[in-house]
């Protein structure tokens, strides 16, 4: 059967200091109103609808559990695990394949991102109806999604478009060429202009018991405690199990723990979907930026703002009474919550996360 698990782990801190430990990006309500975990769920919805309601999973720290149910409330106890700690994205998406082939041996299940918004829904909900077609097919085949190029990024990685796959049902999937990571300004150009790269977007679709294979071949210790959590799960151990053990599971992402390898390994293929949509990582505050309508000088703002001479300025705020004035400040951030204020150069936007690390704990 079909299921999707959400990833909502990270810290954000390049969102500080709206985002903290606390309360971290995927939960804060600042999309129109809306949190950017509840946008993720809700593009399970459809339409059309890939994968329905009760096999919907979210991977996120345990502490965040109460506050995931207040804001999503459709998703029970059971469809969210929680991870005593952050173990980076291969524990969190074996830990999932784990539990789903203690469920269901034959469960083929897709890994989405609480950090992305795209558009159009119908887009990306047929190309992830193609990717659960083809793992069902095959479940030898790993499938990724990756995004048409807006511009040369140097911050996304990329994923090379290889041959089609072949065959009516499966058009709009190819073989996936290289990996590569964060390339600098002239590789991404190139990549660009080739036409044949496409943005990582993090997203995957596996059949659990190929990718705990996988994992039990290329990192047998991270399988080994996996495995022993997933035995335990339906047991009244199952969280002291978990608390014990996951901590000692090695910390790595699945791109490097298990795709890179993978993609040298005969018994798999790695295929890739590219994906036309309007896709955005809402990952620090320039990127957050564009999620708001400019006025006649640049200038963006959640909240009351007056501006004078000043261009290209992002004003965000937690309280939307509190009045922010900007007097002849240029290519500035200046976000404003009830106990801590940020002021800096976008050009220094990719800083914040060291300058959250040196303030008081209390606002980390």
């Known amino acids: 059967m079909r299921y999707a698990m959400i990833m909502a782990g990270g810290s954000g801190t390049r969102l500080w200091p709206m985002s903290r430990k606390k309360s971290p990006k995927q939960l804060l309500p600042f999309i129109g109103g809306r949190s950017l975990l509840q946008i993720a ?3 399970l919805d459809g339409p059309p609808m890939v994968v329905p309601p009760q096999r919907r999973l979210i991977c996120a720290g345990e502490m ?18 929680g991870e005593p700690m952050g173990r980076d994205t291969v524990n969190a998406v074996g830990f999932t394949a784990a539990v789903l082939l203690k469920r269901d041996p034959s469960a083929v299940f897709a890994v989405l991102t609480a950090d992305h918004l795209i558009e159009p829904q119908d887009e990306f909900a047929r190309k992830f109806d193609l990717g659960f077609r083809l793992v069902e097919d095959d479940p030898a085949r790993f499938v ?3 995004i048409k190029p807006a511009y040369a990024a140097t911050a996304y990685g990329y994923v090379e478009r290889g041959e089609p796959l072949g065959g009516a049902q499966f058009a709009g999937a190819f073989k996936a060429g290289r990996f590569a990571e964060k390339p600098d300004a002239a590789t991404a150009q190139s990549y660009v202009k080739s036409g044949r790269f496409n943005w990582n977007s993090g997203m995957f679709i596996f ?13 047998p210790e991270n399988h080994a405690g996996l495995m022993k959590i997933a035995n335990a799960w339906e047991s009244k151990n199952r969280q002291t199990v978990l608390n014990e053990t996951y901590p000692t599971l090695k910390k790595i992402s699945v791109d490097f723990a298990v795709m890179e390898p993978a993609s040298r390994d005969p018994r798999i293929t790695i295929c890739t979907i590219p994906m036309d949509v309007n896709w955005m990582d809402v990952g620090s505050w320039t990127s957050y930026d564009e999620t708001l309508s400019p006025d006649q000088d640049g200038n963006r703002s959640n909240t009351k703002t007056a501006h004078l001479g000043s261009k290209n300025v992002l004003v965000v705020s937690d309280d939307p009474n509190h009045t922010i004035a900007a007097l002849d400040c240029n290519d500035l951030i200046i976000v404003h919550t009830a106990d801590a204020t940020l002021v800096c150069p976008r050009g220094s936007a990719e800083r914040i996360k060291d300058v959250a690390q040196r303030v008081d704990e209390s606002l980390q």
């Open 207 to 219: 059949s659990a018991a190929t990718f705990m294979e996988a994992l039990k071949s290329y990192m």
């Open 41 to 43: 769920a809700e593009r």
């Open 64 to 81: 965040y559990r109460e506050a995931i149910r207040q804001s999503l409330p459709s998703f029970a106890d059971e469809q969210i695990l």
């Open 144 to 146: 990724t999604f990756s």
